[in-house]
């Protein structure tokens, strides 16, 4: 866990892995991939700022954000250290050769264990919020594009009646995981948006969803990168 220093704030930071053209970090929950108009702290920020102090940079160190995670969303995520990792890395995300999965709990038991839901999801919010529907209105089609998941069944808590699953984006359209199980009828739990509020919504700081794993070819060599982490946060522990 690396201690970086940014904004007078000092932030733990997981170093999953380094190389000349790569980092992969752990993101926190809470805090943003990318700086927006709040102008609170971002993880691009941060980690640019680890860079400029380990290399003793006389400069602001380049780094690419090639996807990003939602705020309240903790987990593994890419940076490139140099526009040609950028490039190609960025480039396998378009041809879906790129693999993000992630952990997530939700409400209900999924039937059957493993599927995948082909979508269509708004543009833009709309009253705050992601749409995720099976068959758009035809007047308003312009309005959605298509989404796409698989997920897998690992376990199911009949106690709380929830879910653990392995969710692998086909896509990656902003809120879409959250949005498609809304849709579905298995919100997260925890996800104060889009989720319900019971007594297990309640005791989570956000929606139960952790990006867990990342595969893709590395962007300068002939070598597979496989990166796996596992959230050890509540409710993820209800089901050790």
Known sequence: MEKIKYKNQEFEIKIVFEDNHLIIVEKPVGLLSQEDRSGDPDLLNIIKEFLRVKYNKP???????????????????????TSKAASRLSQQIREHRFIRKYSAVTHGLLTPKNAVWADYISRDKIQGKYIATTKPDPAYRSKYQNCALGYQLQNYLPKHQISLIEVELKTGRSHQIRAQMKAHGHPLVGDRL???????????????????????????????????????QYPFNLFK
């Open 59 to 81: 400069g602001d160190a380049w780094l690419g954000l090639v996807h990003r995670l939602d705020r309240p969303v903790g987990g593994l995520i890419a940076f490139a250290k």
């Open 194 to 232: 889009y989720g319900k509020i019971t007594d297990i919504d309640r005791s989570t700081d956000g929606p139960a969803l952790y990006a867990s794993f990342l595969q893709f070819k590395h962007p300068t060599k002939q070598e597979i990168c496989i990166f796996r982490s596992k959230s050890e």
